[in-house]
Nanobody, 114 residues
């Protein structure tokens, strides 16, 4: 059974940083795409960042230069370092793994106050 467990969310002020972590279990993830989506209140879920098995990354334009995604295959963990946070970054952040079927974590709340 695939499980993804996120941690690291919280309440911060604009300009501060947070680091999200997501630990995956139940399969071999080393050759799979991992990443993060977010969903703000009243909006659709959107891709924030993704990383392939060989470390190729992609980012939403809104977070380029501020967020960094990384992974540790030995720990089955994907990270999202978020710097220079803005109020518009507020939302629930979900990690995912693409196993042909997409699996999601339960989400972690990030709130950025102005």
């Amino acid at each position: 059974q695939v499980q993804l467990v996120e941690s690291g969310g919280g309440l911060v002020q604009a300009g501060e940083s947070l680091r999200l972590s997501c630990v995956a279990s139940g399969s071999n993830f080393s050759r799979r795409v991992l990443g993060w989506y977010r969903q703000a209140p009243g909006k659709q879920r959107e891709l924030v960042a993704g990383i392939t098995d060989i470390g190729i990354t992609r980012y939403a334009d809104s977070v380029k230069g501020r967020f960094t995604i990384s992974r540790d295959n030995a720990k089955n963990t994907v990270y999202l370092q978020m710097n220079s946070l803005k109020p518009e970054d507020t939302g629930v952040y979900y990690c995912y793994v693409d196993l042909a079927t997409i699996y999601w974590g339960q989400g972690t709340q990030v709130t950025v106050s102005s």
